[in-house]
């Protein structure tokens, strides 16, 4: 399975904003969706929005999301239109914000707070599907009894695709909502010099990441099988994450750069297009990467992979399952032992085994 096929980015690019982008087409029907705020979330409902761009011919998807999302949204062939906002606007605000876009036939909410619904209700939609949740029932045309995922251990993106189901659009085609080829980078025919990019931090806790020695451990052991290839080593991350940037930096050889806390979420799709491959946590950045087809190796500690593992048969999971896992906690109480008790031989044959799979030798 893989989540969204790679497109080329509309409109002249990135970041495009609710009051600058125009919707394409008049007599149009036409459906907001209210997207997660999480980009890791955003990326794994995209097959729902596929869906529900499916479901008639003359469907106008407008996204609604938080303006640090604006670039993934407005990327994506599914969507016609994007309203952004900046987070800690008032739900009025919000709700002008799209009053000021035109009448909506329908809405769909993908997050499960309150707020959401009720931006959406001040911007006058009024058929509003989402999950029955947090009291918002009531304001619901289709309030949707959320499936039970932790018993089923349903993949999070089917989470979403069940309310697309709910607004009627046909989820049978499976293969056809999720599937994606791996994206060519621009250095796929040249395997002499190979991108990697490293997401070592998890903004969601500790219990989330893999020891930053190993994943340098494991690099620098790539470097040392493939004398033949120079390898491009890029480190993703969020801004609180710069110093975990420079400290993995600084156990690398060059060519390396520390690119934690210094790409917009536009910066991060253009840079993650050029790696071969990502090594990372279970992070929004694992998910984007999946996302653009961008094959990754990812290590779960305190977090379920049949939950969250990113979309694609081409992704190897490391994973070593304890009795205590998943516990889903933010830092570890005991010691650490579901990452731990991963070598970094585990991660670099997993890297071996990604390039053979995906960049055979010619």
Not at 102 to 119: K, M
Not at 128 to 146: F, H, M, P, S, V
Not at 155 to 168: C, D, F, N, P, T
Not at 177 to 199: K, R
Request: hydrophobic share 40%; net charge neutral; glycine share 8%.
């Amino acid at each position: 399975m893989a989540v969204f096929q790679p497109r080329t980015p509309r409109g002249g690019g990135f970041g495009m904003s609710g009051s600058s982008q125009q919707t394409k087409a008049q007599g149009r029907y036409r459906v907001i969706v209210r997207s997660p705020n999480p980009l890791g979330d955003a990326c794994m409902s995209l097959p729902a929005v596929r869906a529900i761009k499916q479901r008639r011919r003359d469907t106008e998807i407008t996204i609604c999301c938080r303006d640090n999302l604006a670039a993934m949204w407005s990327a994506r062939d599914e969507v016609d239109s994007v309203i952004a906002f900046k987070r800690g606007l008032m739900p009025h605000e919000v709700g002008r914000i799209i009053r000021e876009r035109g009448n909506f036939d329908e809405g769909l909410l993908l997050p499960n707070s309150f707020r959401s619904a009720f931006e959406l209700r001040l911007g006058g939609v009024g058929k509003l599907t989402g999950y029955r949740r947090n009291g918002r029932g009531l304001i619901l045309k289709q309030a949707i009894n959320e499936p039970e995922a932790i018993a089923s251990k349903q993949h999070h993106v089917h989470r979403y695709l069940s309310l697309a189901e709910a607004m009627g659009a046909d989820i049978s085609d499976l293969d056809d909502l999720l599937a994606i080829p791996v994206a060519p980078t621009p250095l796929q025919q040249n395997l002499s010099e190979i991108h990697v990019g490293v997401c070592p931090g998890a903004e969601y806790g500790n219990a989330k990441r893999y020891p930053i020695d190993r994943y340098a451990s494991a690099l620098q052991s790539l470097r040392r099988n493939h004398p033949e290839a120079v390898f491009k080593i890029s480190v993703f991350g969020s801004p609180a994450e710069q110093g975990i940037g420079e400290e993995l930096s600084s156990m690398l050889d060059e060519p390396r750069e520390n690119r934690a806390g210094k790409t917009s979420v536009a910066d991060l799709v253009r840079e993650l297009e050029t790696c071969h491959f990502l090594v990372t946590n279970d992070t929004g950045t694992m998910h984007l990467a999946a996302a653009l087809g961008v094959p990754t190796v990812a290590v779960f500690g305190s977090t379920e992979p049949a939950f969250t593992a990113p979309i694609g048969a081409v992704h190897r999971v490391i994973r070593h399952q304890v009795d205590c896992s998943p516990c889903f906690l933010r830092e570890c109480p005991v010691d650490y032992r579901c990452m731990l008790r991963v070598e970094s031989e585990t991660v670099l044959n997993e890297m071996e085994t990604l390039l053979e799979e995906v960049f055979p030798a010619n």
